[in-house]
């Protein structure tokens, strides 16, 4: 199966910083990418939903400032969590998918952000 | 709105022994359904999903999901499982806007 590569694995940093996750579809197209957020011994849920050139769609409760979502080209989309808490620590896990829903979507390996 | 519920938050079996685990959806059209199985700190790796047709799917790793409209259930089930099934299992739909909804999931234990 195809395969999508998040970088990096995990992060540290410190409380006010930034910190940019990215997620890239190794060997297809994306048209596009989700950004999961994963809180311990929970389920997934959906922050956003990006299209390859143009803006990401933002679930309800997500701040868009806050979570900058970027999807810079068919296999590269970008997360940053700009002025970073020790409430933003969580497990960050994007999703690509080449074409419509009843295509698969593939995931990547996550990232483990701690804030401190 | 669309929704999963997972209702069993843990599931303990013994290795060799059969393997249900239980899904409903709320959807108010034909979904797309998913059954996602995520090891400790890694991604989400894709048992099987449903789109249409036969709604008995078989997929990865000996897994299989029945598909019952009637119940909007969608179980996973495997017939012997392994040590190394131990793991968080996902059941989600496919919505509207193409998005994929996950429930709580699962944690399958399994005993020596």
């Known amino acids: 199966g195809a395969v999508v590569s998040q970088h990096p694995s995990w992060v540290i940093c410190k409380s006010g910083t930034s910190v940019k996750i990215e997620c890239r579809s190794l060997?297809?197209?994306?048209?596009?990418m989700f950004w999961y957020r994963q809180f311990p011994k929970q389920s997934l849920m959906l922050m956003a939903t990006?299209?390859?050139?143009?803006?990401?769609?933002?679930e309800q409760g997500v701040e868009k400032d806050k979570f900058l979502i970027n999807h810079a080209s068919l296999t590269l989309s970008t997360l940053t969590v700009t002025s970073a808490h020790p409430e933003d620590s969580s497990f960050y896990i994007c999703?690509?998918?080449?074409?419509?829903?009843?295509?698969?979507?593939?995931f990547g390996q996550g990232t483990r952000l701690t804030v401190v | 709105a669309q929704s999963v519920t997972q209702p069993d938050i843990h599931i303990t079996v013994s290795e060799g022994a059969s393997l249900e685990l239980r899904c409903n959806y709320s959807?108010?059209?034909?979904?797309?359904l998913f059954w996602y199985v995520q090891s400790p700190g890694q991604g989400l790796q894709l048992l099987l999903k449903?789109?249409?047709?036969?709604?008995l799917v078989q997929g990865i790793k000996g897994f299989e999901a029945e598909f019952k409209r009637s119940q909007s259930s969608f179980n996973l089930r495997k017939p012997s499982v392994h040590w190394s099934d131990a793991a968080e299992y996902f059941c989600?739909?496919?919505?509207?806007?193409?998005?994929?909804?996950f429930g709580k999931g699962t944690r399958l234990h399994i005993l020596p």
């Open positions: 060997d297809f197209q994306a048209t596009t």
């Open positions: 989600a739909v496919g919505a509207v806007n193409d998005k994929i909804i």
């Open positions: 449903y789109f249409s047709g036969d709604t």
């Open positions: 990006s299209n390859e050139g143009s803006k990401a769609t933002y």
């Open positions: 999703s690509a998918r080449v074409g419509p829903l009843n295509t698969e979507a593939f």
């Open positions: 959807y108010g059209a034909t979904p797309y």
